[in-house]
């Protein structure tokens, strides 16, 4: 069964940073000779890139998983989001210096992000893709450009933020499955079998196999950078997800990137990449609800 504290969405109640957490919430304090080094880990596209350019996005790479699509297609989806939202990230941040180039960066990350969420795994061929994934596309082409002008202290954060982000959108989808998926989920993962938890749930096995490893791929958010994707039950054991193989676990670690890393640097910073109120009312509604399971 689910086990939860029954308590708020609040920073109050969040644990001192440990293992999983402490990736998030050290991440914007990286001394200065270990910066190149850490961008290149946590930096998105970091497991396509052999790039020697810091923070270079490898749009090509990406932009055939999406032209070309495979079995990983959710999960390039997924990456390619990210580079969205690093997107959003610089074009409000540059937003004093230049408006324009700003608004531009915005109305493409804008496009991209549309694009990204009506696009199919198939039935189109490479051509029709190629031109409906074009403003993806010029969206990482103008990431790359900002990129050469930013800082390398600015790149870290802005990609711990990004990184942060992507686990708290990606956290709010996954946490409003029914309990019957939750539960199986962490349940699977702490090592019980497909086969029980369907029973006990009353779920067809198939049917209960493709939510468990749809809802999965928020879990793989937060390990993007050394794991692998989760294709399999099996998967849901590796080592990497261990920390966060309950549901506490998990939502103190969604805790830790939000109130140690996406508030303070919104508030610093000005930007508004993450709705606060929504994604909190989120939350706290889930939060609730798993809890009187």
Request: net charge neutral.
């Amino acid at each position: 069964m689910l086990s939860l504290n029954k308590k708020k969405f609040h920073p109050k109640s969040t644990p001192q940073s440990t293992g999983v957490h402490k990736i998030i919430a050290d991440a914007l304090f990286l001394q200065q000779r270990h910066q190149q080094k850490q961008t290149r880990e946590i930096l998105l596209f970091n497991q396509d890139n052999n790039s020697e350019e810091l923070g270079d996005l490898n749009s090509k790479n990406i932009m055939h998983a999406l032209i070309y699509p495979d079995e990983h297609f959710e999960y390039h989806i997924i990456t390619a989001f990210r580079g969205v939202i690093f997107a959003e990230s610089i074009a409000q941040l540059i937003q004093d210096f230049s408006p324009r180039c700003a608004k531009d960066l915005s109305d493409t990350a804008q496009l991209a992000r549309v694009a990204l969420q009506t696009a199919k795994q198939a039935g189109e061929s490479p051509n029709q893709r190629r031109r409906y994934f074009q403003d993806v596309r010029l969206c990482f082409e103008l990431v790359n450009i900002w990129q050469d002008a930013l800082s390398n202290d600015t790149l870290v954060k802005l990609a711990t933020f990004e990184y942060a982000v992507s686990i708290c959108s990606y956290a709010v989808p996954m946490l409003e499955e029914p309990h019957q998926v939750l539960d199986s989920l962490f349940a699977l993962m702490q090592g019980k079998s497909l086969r029980e938890m369907a029973k006990h749930h009353q779920y067809k096995e198939t049917v209960l196999r493709q939510k468990i490893l749809q809802a999965a791929q928020s879990l793989w958010i937060v390990k993007a950078t050394t794991m692998p994707y989760i294709e399999s039950i099996p998967d849901l054991r590796h080592s990497q997800l261990a920390q966060i193989n309950n549901l506490t676990a998990f939502i103190d670690t969604v805790r830790q990137a939000f109130y140690n890393v996406v508030q303070p640097f919104q508030a610093a910073t000005g930007l508004n990449i993450l709705l606060e109120r929504n994604f909190l009312n989120s939350m706290d509604t889930s939060v609730k609800r798993l809890a009187a399971v």
